[in-house]
């Protein structure tokens, strides 16, 4: 490349680094908007956030572009074509997370007239801040280049899983309690998965960064598992 090529690349490069980590704020901040609005049935506040995806979506759009650009037009290599690459599967999970967000906000009407049990309702509040956390971090960890940082990202996962569980028992048990109907209890477990799902993607988020840092994958360890059984099975 030519200098001034090479540093229209670079420009663009960081283009798509600030719109990754805004997507990542800006589902961290529905996290809690949305979590605020289920525990206060408030139906035209889940309706603001539904509408509110639609930036997600174009700004997710914009930085596909921007990559499919840089692969395109500047043929890039080595460390430059793993950013790009990684940059192409975060902008998925994190628009993905996105969409769970909305998932949730669409859930608030249907919850319309159930009263949540007080434990119910700490547990969604325990599960949002688990979740904003892991998304946070994992963004973090993405802007900071850090791969220590990445990899605390499974332990953080367990901690909402077992908050998932816990949440799962307790929405059962108010309906086998009478609290709530059964439709409402399995909308509420429906819910539970949401918020689990979006700590599996901030964990997707950070090993990316693990591969963007070191060019090493978990999966690539059992591909080496897989690839000696080849080998062995051939001699």
Avoid: W
Wanted: aromatic letters at 2%; a negative charge; charged letters at 30%.
């Amino acid at each position: 490349m030519t200098e001034e090529v090479r540093t229209e690349f670079h420009q663009l490069m960081d283009e798509v680094r600030a719109d990754l980590v805004q997507m990542g704020g800006m589902v961290a901040e529905g996290i809690s908007a949305v979590s605020a609005a289920l525990l206060a049935g408030d139906i035209g506040g889940a309706d603001q956030i539904i509408a509110a995806d639609d930036e997600l979506d174009l700004l997710s759009l914009e930085a596909e572009e921007k990559c499919v650009q840089l692969l395109a037009l500047q043929q890039p290599v080595a460390v430059d074509l793993r950013t790009i690459l990684t940059d192409l599967r975060m902008i998925s999970e994190i628009e993905r997370s996105g969409d769970l967000v909305t998932n949730i906000a669409k859930a608030v009407a249907r919850l319309h007239g159930s009263e949540l049990e007080p434990r119910v309702r700490g547990l969604i509040d325990r599960m949002r801040e688990q979740a904003v956390k892991l998304t946070a971090r994992a963004m973090d960890a993405y802007a900071e280049r850090d791969a220590g940082l990445a990899s605390v990202l499974n332990d953080m996962d367990d901690v909402l899983d077992d908050l998932h569980n816990e949440y799962i028992v307790a929405v059962f048990a108010s309906h086998e309690l009478g609290k709530i109907s059964i439709q409402h209890a399995v909308q509420l477990a429906v819910v539970g998965r949401f918020y689990e799902r979006i700590g599996d993607h901030a964990v997707n988020v950070a090993e990316r960064v693990e591969f963007l840092v070191t060019g090493e994958l978990p999966e690539h360890l059992g591909a080496n598992r897989a690839r000696a059984r080849r080998e062995q099975d051939d001699c």
